[in-house]
Nanobody
Framework: VQLQASGGGLVQAGGSLRLSCAAS????????MAWFRQAPGKEREFVAA????????YYADSVKGRFTISRDNAKNTVYLQMNSLKPEDTAVYYC?????????????????WGQGTQVTVSS
């Protein structure tokens, strides 16, 4: 599956952004979808994941309660709604896909990656 992320930008602390990730292919609904992020000088880290049907979600502790991941299988799209943004959320955000039923937080468990979209939160 090919992924295209969008929706990043510059926002003040406390603001909101919604990221989108459009996928190609007719098997989108069979993939676990996830968002990762990578800040300058740091390793890529897990942010959130959603199962194939969208009824089960997983979050890193650092974003729990502020971010919401969702998907629309009819549109082959996964979203990341980010509220109450903090300067430490500044990073390049990547969407990722893996076939199967389980989510993982490790980067190497995901088969496909989008190109990344920059999110910058000013204080």
């Amino acid at each position: 599956v090919q992924l295209q992320a969008s929706g990043g930008g510059l926002v003040q602390a406390g603001g909101s952004l919604r990221l989108s990730c459009a996928a190609s292919g007719r098997t989108f609904s069979t993939y676990v979808m996830a968002w990762f992020r990578q800040a300058p000088g740091k390793e890529r880290e897990f942010v959130a994941a959603v199962n194939w049907s969208g009824d089960t979600t997983y979050y890193a502790d650092s974003v729990k309660g502020r971010f919401t991941i969702s998907r629309d299988n009819a549109k082959n799209t996964v979203y990341l709604q980010m509220n109450s943004l903090k300067p430490e959320d500044t990073a390049v955000y990547y969407c990722a896909a893996r076939s199967g039923s389980y989510y993982y937080t490790q980067v190497d468990k995901y088969d496909s990656w989008g190109q990344g979209t920059q999110v910058t939160v000013s204080s």
